[in-house]
């Protein structure tokens, strides 16, 4: 079973070969400690998506057999009004699903909560933040997705800090002495929960941290400060920055999590936040977030910018020794892809699925998709069922299922008639999609 750092009880060695051979105390303390603090969140039952990309972090689901065709009025279990436009994605936990809403004219930035089954709203929780903040227009504040392990749910508002609630709506703690988040083209990362730890990447503008707070706390146990660079005002077209999410993987013998930033790929010791290892070759806008599979990181750029594979494990700068693959210039992608059989699945923002080998880079296919929608743009993420099927969702509405295969199989193509950014959620056989006006239940009723 994964957890939501995407860590298998079964690879915690540390504490086994506590008993074999005792290190000293001091090494015994520390591996306690690791495995306690990372230890598996097992959920309620598969049926969670707790986190933007799932449980595991990388957009992959446990649950096969789900919907492949619907329609507005089509295999739709419910839909709710919601009170303004959005960019994040629903996460679930039980029976309870949980949605960031900003509501722009009132400066509000809310938590949603909604019943799962009957699309019912529970309760909303927020703060009003009325201070400028930069953005672009096609980037509504609360853009980053929550994330919940049964008992909290941990929000970033940005500019307006970091909140934890309980599962009722009731604040617990919240992060408002961060600082601010500038950028021309606003902000978009969401928080990470794995173990005790909340992991989270406060960026991109002038200043770029990740940060790992204790997530019952909110206290910060360590941070790791990026060169930011420019915010892109006033003409200045040295666009730079991450909207990365970092994911957390054993690797060998050892934890890692890994990050994806201008210029390069890397990874950190999630206990400590000292980083492990280097590679070079990824481009000034990062705007995925990495994938690991077969112990290779899996990093690209947006913007016409780069791609590679790095193996995982090293030390200092592995540029040379662990970059297995490198690609200069890919086309224009914003939301993430998916690994399935030793290939890498993304539909890029030009509206076209690439298939890529993970081992050499080399391109398999690229198709295009098209719907009835007015646009075939694309910013969302892939979803990948148990049973091999990609999920994704396009600006015009138009939601696509293809076989993650080497050859190209487009099994449907379904219109919602709505504007969509953010990505598709899954929990209980039913796919949950957040539109600019609805947020639609898919399946039976």
């Known amino acids: 079973m994964l957890n939501p750092g995407g860590l298998v009880s079964k690879d915690l060695p540390e504490v086994a070969r506590l008993n074999e051979h005792p290190p000293p105390p001091a090494m015994k303390r520390t591996l306690l400690l690791l495995a306690a603090a990372l230890c598996p969140l097992l959920p309620a039952s598969a049926d969670n998506w707790p986190m933007w990309r799932g449980a595991n972090g990388d957009g992959t689901c446990t649950e096969s057999g789900l919907p492949e065709k619907w329609g507005m009025e089509e295999n739709v279990a419910w839909k709710v009004a919601l009170p303004d436009r959005g960019n994040s994605t629903p996460v679930i936990w039980g029976d309870k699903l949980f949605l960031t809403q900003a ?87 969401s928080p990470v929960i794995a173990g005790d730890r909340v ?23 360590w941070e790791h400060a990026e060169p930011g660079g420019d915010s892109g005002e006033a003409g200045n077209k040295n666009w730079l920055g991450s909207w990365s999410d970092p994911i957390l993987r054993k690797t060998g013998s050892r934890y890692e999590l890994l990050m994806s930033y201008p210029g390069r790929a890397c990874a950190f010791d999630p206990m400590t936040g000292k980083e492990l290892w280097t590679c070079e070759g990824l481009t000034k806008l990062v705007y995925n977030s990495p994938v690991y599979a077969d112990g290779l990181m899996i990093a690209m750029c947006g913007y016409g910018g780069a791609a590679m594979a790095v193996k995982t494990g090293g030390s200092g700068d592995v540029t040379e020794k662990n970059r297995v693959w490198h690609e200069p210039r890919v086309q224009q992608r914003i939301g993430s892809g998916v690994v399935h059989d030793g290939h890498h699945y993304i539909l890029t923002d030009g509206g076209i699925v690439e298939c890529r080998d993970i081992k050499t880079g080399k391109l398999v296919y690229n198709e295009r998709v098209k719907g009835p929608g007015p646009t075939g743009q694309n910013w969302s993420s892939l979803v990948l069922s148990a049973d091999g099927k990609c999920y994704a969702a396009n600006q015009g509405g138009d939601c696509f299922v293809f076989k993650a295969a080497p050859k190209f199989e487009l099994l449907a193509t379904n219109s919602l008639g709505e504007k969509i950014i953010g990505s598709i959620a899954v929990s209980d056989g039913r796919l949950y999609i957040r539109g600019y006006q609805n947020l639609w239940c898919i399946g039976p009723k």
């Open 103 to 189: 509501i722009e004219k009132e400066g509000k930035r809310l938590l949603l909560c909604f019943d799962k089954k009957t699309g019912k709203q529970l309760w909303d929780a927020g703060t009003i933040y009325r201070e400028k903040e930069l953005t672009h227009g096609t980037n509504p504040y609360c853009a980053a997705s929550p994330a919940t392990d049964g008992e909290r749910v941990i929000v970033f508002f940005a500019s307006a800090g970091v909140y934890c609630y309980d599962m009722n709506g009731k604040e617990q703690w919240k992060r408002t002495d961060l600082g601010r988040q500038h950028h021309i083209w606003g902000n978009g990362t």
């Open 199 to 221: 992991f989270l990447n406060f960026g991109p503008g002038p200043k770029t941290v990740l940060y790992c707070f204790d997530k019952k706390t909110g206290r910060t146990l």
